[in-house]
């Protein structure tokens, strides 16, 4: 239901953004989140967005470079990525949450995922 595109390898300093579409009809009832994994790691929490997208929430690693967005008439999700670290380097992957009532940094708590796309960072 979830399908993540955008992802492919950078040198560090650059940008590129990510796209998640949904193929839910209700696509506004969800928040829409980012994850990544990065070899050997556990998923993380990357950045959230509101029903309406008026609320944002990210993690302390890519606040003032990450910027999360969502356009709720093509049913998608965008992270635009800036400043890209090695650190960044991951798979990177799209959920959705039934509006639970407040926005979640927690993986568990979303109830749909998409498949994830790599992202590399050169140094």
């Known amino acids: 239901q979830l399908q993540a595109s955008g992802g492919g390898s950078v040198q560090a300093g650059g940008s590129l953004t990510l796209s998640c579409v949904s193929s839910e009809h209700e696509f506004s009832r969800y928040v829409m989140g980012w994850f990544h994994q990065a070899p050997g790691r556990e998923r993380e929490f990357v950045a959230a967005?509101?029903?309406?997208?008026?609320?944002?929430t990210y993690a302390d690693s890519v606040k003032d470079r990450f910027f999360i967005t969502r356009d709720n008439i093509k049913k998608t999700v965008y992270l635009q990525m800036n400043n890209l670290k090695s650190e960044d380097t991951a798979v990177y992957y799209c959920?959705?949450?039934?509006?639970?009532?407040?926005?979640?940094?927690?993986?568990?708590?979303?109830?749909?995922w998409g498949q994830g796309t790599l992202v590399t960072v050169s140094s």
């Open positions: 959920a959705a949450d039934l509006w639970p009532g407040y926005i979640s940094t927690k993986g568990t708590e979303y109830d749909y």
């Open positions: 967005i509101s029903l309406n997208g008026a609320r944002t």
